[in-house]
């Protein structure tokens, strides 16, 4: 299948043009100040950029962040000129949720581009108001033939490797925009809460790796104060800003957003950490991650307040957003012969069958934070992952694994693709039966992809009990790898309107497809 890349539309790159010279206008310091000055005279800014997340083909959620208590309003319209504007009253934000706030956005029109303005107004007085902050993105389609195209990858300042000034900080999110996918899934650790940013790193080469820092990432995150200057970091990046105004989002979870290798009701032995019950630091963390992400689930006005859901993306793609941190049991050996809270949970189990079972989607995403066959350990002993390294019958967590690929396969499940980051290299795995210890599912792939800032390592060992072939790895032979010595990566799936392939690509920052599959869809699994 041919691929042309699609590149906004002139009146597109005109907005974008209008928003990213208002990003420049509010650039941030090097270093930002913790927390908003209270200034009595001036008007909000909006200085973190915008955000949008979980768009489907009517509804959207859109994120700010001012400087002061203000009122939000957002205007959304069909042309950048905001004739005809529709306006969306949303928050008063304030100290209670660390200035940030988001607006529902519903009743939007199918497959079009919607250009919006988030709007920060004096709560005392609403004549004065700052600067509107522009952003754009597209709905989902209502029809099938207008195909769909997205990116995924993860893990973002971790090991120690920031936003470095000398490199352009976070250039990847600048390549990742210019291929104006219709959206981009974090399949997690957006943030590395344990992992301290130093002001400079000397790479074995002798170069020297140079981090802005602020006085969060100094430390591992324990407060609430901490977690939300994680979350701030990130946004310091130019380029991440810039994205975010272009790209919407369908943003999960991992550990480091918490802390590496987390289990509920794990009490912490780390000298580092002065609170040890981590269920304590889980729950400030998802406070933080509420605050600073336009999730629905997260912000829905019954309170479910979960991070897994589905994100439907018009007749061609459902996505699956998976928790596979918040229901697990303890990270142990694994060889437990029976198992029903596994890595996702009873609960989370039996909803995601069923939403795949009712599905009409022609392809399913799954988007898992972590990989499957690949053996991720923990310590000498435990494993941190569902593989743990016995090529024999599934045990552990892998109980639950073969209970859900043994139901997609006999409800005929079809168009089923497994996507992840979480282990710092990219690569492809075909699940096949015949290669197989456990032999009752259908065939399927799982896709890898990242970091998009961290350090990369060397390629996981593979388990047998579900067959996994390693069709395709890129890693280097040592651990840490800075982004100065390699390439980033990131994923992108093409789904074609009229034929309803779907394509993968592993890419490598710089522009590189470093490998390339064409799925054909109506297929049980995959």
């Known amino acids: 299948m041919s691929y042309a890349p699609r590149f906004p539309s002139p009146a597109r790159r005109s907005v974008l043009r209008g928003s990213l010279a208002a990003s420049a206008a509010l650039a941030l310091p090097a270093v930002a100040a913790a927390a908003p000055a209270f200034a009595l005279s001036g008007r909000p800014r909006a200085a973190w950029g915008v955000q949008v997340g979980d768009v489907t083909s009517s509804s959207a959620l859109v994120w700010v962040r001012s400087d002061r208590p203000a009122r939000m309003i957002v205007e959304t319209s069909a042309t950048e000129s905001f004739r005809r504007a529709r ?3 949303g928050p008063l934000v304030g100290s209670g949720t660390d200035f940030t706030g988001t607006t529902p956005l519903y009743g939007l029109p199918p497959g079009e581009q919607v250009h919006y ?10 004549r004065r108001t700052g600067e509107p902050v522009h952003g754009t993105f597209r709905t989902a389609p209502a029809r099938r033939r207008d195909g769909v195209r997205f990116l995924w990858s993860g893990d973002i300042a971790g090991q120690g490797w920031g936003i470095n000034p000398d490199i352009g900080g976070y250039a990847v999110y600048d390549e990742m925009r210019r291929l104006d996918p219709d959206f981009f899934l974090c399949s997690g650790d957006n943030i590395y809460a344990d992992g301290v940013i130093e002001p400079s790193v000397t790479l074995p080469d002798g170069r020297v790796w140079r981090n802005v820092t602020t006085e969060e990432k100094a430390k591992v995150a324990e407060t609430l104060a901490e977690y939300r200057g994680n979350f701030r970091y990130n946004l310091l990046d130019h380029n991440l800003r810039e994205f975010n105004a272009q790209v919407p989002s369908i943003v999960q979870w991992d550990d480091h957003e918490v802390r590496n290798n987390w289990y509920p009701g794990q009490i912490l032995d780390d000298p580092r950490y002065t609170e040890k019950n981590v269920d ?11 605050e600073y992400f336009p999730v629905s689930t ?3 006005a019954s309170g479910e307040g979960r991070m897994h859901r589905v994100v439907r993306h018009g007749p061609l793609l ?26 996702l949970g009873a609960e989370q189990l039996r909803w995601l069958k069923h939403e795949l079972s009712r599905s009409r989607a022609v392809w399913k995403v799954i988007a898992a934070d972590m990989p499957l066959g690949l053996v991720v350990t923990d310590g000498a002993t435990g494993f941190e992952a569902v593989a743990q390294g016995d090529p024999g019958a599934p045990l552990g967590r892998e109980l639950q694994i073969a209970e859900l690929l043994r139901y997609i396969k006999h409800r005929r499940i079809t168009g089923t693709v497994w996507l992840t980051a979480d282990v710092h290299y990219t690569s492809a795995q075909r699940y096949e039966p015949e290669r197989a210890v456990f032999k009752d599912f259908a065939p399927f792939w799982e896709f890898v992809s990242g970091p998009l800032a961290a350090g990369q390592f060397q390629a ?3 388990d047998a009990t579900f067959g996994p072939d390693r069709v395709f790895v890129r890693a280097p032979d040592r ?8 390439p980033q990566y990131f994923g992108e799936v093409d789904i074609d309107g009229d034929s309803g392939e779907l394509t993968v690509r592993l890419r490598a920052q710089g522009g590189s497809v ?9 297929r049980v699994g995959q």
């Open 318 to 343: 459902d996505v699956f957003v998976l928790d596979m941190r918040s229901f697990r049991n303890a990270n142990s050996p694994g060889r437990q012969p029976d198992d029903t809270t596994g890595i």
């Open 87 to 89: 306006t969306w009253h």
């Open 298 to 300: 997260l912000h829905a």
């Open 514 to 522: 470093l490998f390339s599959k064409v799925l054909q869809p109506g």
């Open 280 to 290: 304590v630091l889980a729950a400030r963390s998802t406070r933080a991650f509420r």
């Open 117 to 126: 303005r988030v709007t920060l107004a004096d709560p005392h007085d609403p």
């Open 460 to 462: 996981n060992a593979l």
């Open 479 to 486: 651990a840490n790898v800075s982004p100065m010595e390699s």
